[in-house]
């Protein structure tokens, strides 16, 4: 029997409903390869933004375009190939491939990349580091390196600017 729009559905048939596709898998692998950091349910900063200020993060962050401030996560960070960061990173675990000009700090692992190019210190507990990076700078590896929560002393000493004391 025809009906409107064009259906020959016969009466009495039940309509069938199409299958939901099937689920996406929620967990994201930032790269392919077995020396890189696994995320789950990264925050993004995308090629070509750039964002100019201190980040917190209390989740997983992936960085491909530009920050000028500091970058700080709780857990994982991932800096891309061609980001750039202008400022210090504090992060339990990091991987970075792109440039950085500032301390680069992990309570946990860090891996260098090849193409990453550090401009400043390294404070790490664990570190990979991979042939053909640069680096200009000092490290510190192994050892009890402070969690991200608390800032070290030496870290807030540095940072102080001294005051002049009139009489």
């Known amino acids: 029997m025809a009906t409107m729009f064009g259906s020959n559905q016969k009466k009495g048939a ?9 689920p996406v ?10 020396n890189s950091l696994r995320l789950d349910h990264p925050n993004m900063i995308g090629k070509g933004t750039i964002i100019e200020g201190n980040i917190i993060a209390d ?16 857990t994982k960070l991932v800096v891309g190939a061609d980001s750039v960061v202008e400022g210090n990173i504090l992060a339990d675990h990091a991987e970075v491939a792109g440039r950085v000009s500032g301390t680069v700090q992990a309570s946990g692992l860090l ?12 404070i790490t507990k664990n570190l990979n580091v991979e042939s053909g990076s640069t680096f200009n700078g000092r490290f510190q590896v192994g050892g009890k390196v402070e969690s991200v929560a608390k800032p070290t002393t030496e870290a807030v000493k540095k940072d102080a600017v001294p005051v002049a004391a009139k009489a």
């Open 111 to 122: 891996i260098i990349k090849a193409s990453s190019v550090i401009d400043g210190d390294v």
């Open 25 to 34: 898998s929620s967990k994201k692998d930032v790269v392919n390869d077995s």
């Open 14 to 22: 039940v309509n069938e409903v199409p299958a939901p596709a099937a």
């Open 59 to 74: 989740g997983d962050l992936v960085v491909e375009g530009t920050v000028r401030g500091d970058v700080t996560t709780k």
